[in-house]
Structure formats: C-alpha cells, structure tokens
C-alpha cells in the first residue's frame, strides 16, 4: 500500500511540474474565499484515484476535488496539490499528499515534493523516512532558537483576533516564524527537524492526514488546541517534539477561545 501510495505521488507530480510550464493557460475556479482550484488539481487527483482504484478498487476515498468515493474500511485522503496558490504565482513550495487510514487509524503517508524530488513516506509502526533517510523531530529543547511553522486563518476572518494573540506570543519568544503555504511540506518539516514546531487553526484533512503521521513515526507530538486528538474534526493542530509541543501550547493556550477548543 506504501508503493502504491508513492507511485501515485511520483505520478502526480511530474503532472504538476509538466503544467508549471503553463501557468498562465490553466483554468481555475474560485472554490470559496481566498480558496482555489486548478484544472492541474483536478487532473493530479485523477491520476491519483486511478492508481489507487486500480490496486484497490474496493477501498474508500475522500480526495480535496471530488469528496468522499463510497467504499471498505479502508480510506485514501488525497491532497493531491496542497499549495494550489503558491503554485498558480510560481511560488516554490507546494506538494502531493496521501494517506490512508484503516478502520480512523491511520496506516501509510506520503507527501511528495516535485520541486525538489524530496520523497516522505511514513508507515505505522516502522518509521518516517526522507528520501530512504530515517526522520526525527528536532531535540530543540526551548524556543529561545527555535523556528516556527504556521498557516494564517486566511478562509475566515472568524478566528482572526485569536489567531494574533497567538502569534504575538510565539513570535517574542521564538528565532523565527514561517508561513510558507502548504501545510503538508510544513508537517513533514516537522518530520524531517527542518522546523521546531508548527500550529495552524482550520487545516483540512487532506492538508494534515499524511504529515501527521510522519510527525508521529518521526518521534514528535501531534494535537488539538484542546491537547486532545480531535484535530482532524477540529482542524486546529499543534506539532512538534514533546517538548516544543508543549512550550507552544503553553504559549497559545490564553488565546483558544471556546470555539476552537
């Protein structure tokens, strides 16, 4: 399930950086506020579901484009270009994520970037890798140093004010903060010791499904703003080592309002 998973990352992407050359002729469709789809998106999630039917036609899909695809007890989450944005301005940093879980566990994960050819797979219980290199979350032990990864609340401004509350106080106390704009990349940063710590109100499933489970396989600590597991029905995730994880909830916890809990 794992090489299927990476044959149909590998395959999405070099659809995505074949349409790169094309930017400017995509079509695109305006899915909600500040949220967008390309005709690229469309046709990597076919491509991925293909694979996958193919290998197994009885299993279940929920893909970001097409929704659920009815089916067993096991479920493929396709992003299958998360950094859609990034990707229409030329920006560098987007990727193909899938994931699947059997019975809400999840089982196998990969996030691929074609920019960089840099392959993260995950599989419970035997590791995290980057590229055949086994992943661990940094031993960063404070913030004082530490870089911090984040996603701005940019599809509403519900959360807006909770959201810089928290960020004003991370960012006294941090190194540095990133928004690079493709949740996927930053988890598996996390993953991979490239970023300290990363929290994000409002993330999809299909943003977080494989990134999380290569946090876990790679030693780290991933959940709500509840310190709970409910992250994918809440979408507010918290991740790092143990023990930024916790620095950083401590920092964020005065500002969870009670409808992000």
Same mark, same amino acid.
């Given at each position: ?79 299958? *270009? /998360? %950094? ?10 987007? @990727?193909?994520? !899938?994931? &699947? ?93 490239? *970023? /300290? %710590? ?10 977080? @499904?494989?990134? !999380?489970? &290569? ?47």
């Amino acid at each position: 399930m794992l090489n299927t998973a990476v044959r149909a990352a590998r395959s999405a992407g070099d659809l995505i950086l074949r349409s790169s050359d094309n930017i400017g002729h995509l079509r695109v469709d305006q899915k909600g506020k500040n949220d967008y789809a390309s005709e690229v998106d469309r046709m990597a999630e076919h491509e991925i579901i293909n694979i996958i039917k193919t290998a197994y036609p009885e299993h279940a899909i929920l893909a970001e484009e097409s929704g659920q695809h009815e089916g067993n007890d096991f479920v493929w989450v396709i992003d299958p *270009l /998360d %950094g859609t944005t990034n990707f229409l301005h030329g920006f560098p940093q987007y @990727a193909v994520s !899938i994931a &699947l879980k059997h019975k809400g566990k999840l089982e196998v994960g990969v996030i691929y970037d074609p920019l960089r050819d840099e392959l993260f797979t995950a599989k419970r219980g035997g590791g995290a890798m980057l590229n055949n290199r086994r992943l661990r979350v940094t031993n960063q032990t404070t913030l004082k140093g530490a870089l911090i990864g984040t996603g701005f609340p940019f599809k509403t401004d519900l959360h807006l004010d909770a959201y810089t509350n928290m960020f004003r106080a991370l960012t006294t106390e941090c190194a540095g903060i990133r928004r690079a704009g493709a949740a996927a990349l930053d988890l598996a940063y996390i993953a991979a010791g490239r *970023l /300290d %710590g990363f929290w994000e109100i409002g993330i999809m499933e299909w943003d977080m @499904a494989a990134g !999380i489970l &290569l946090i876990k396989e790679a030693g780290g600590v991933v959940t709500d703003f509840s310190f709970n597991d409910k992250y994918m029905v809440s979408g507010n995730v918290i991740a790092g080592s143990p023990k930024m994880h916790q620095l950083i909830y401590q920092l964020i916890e005065p500002y969870v309002t009670d409808n992000l809990k």
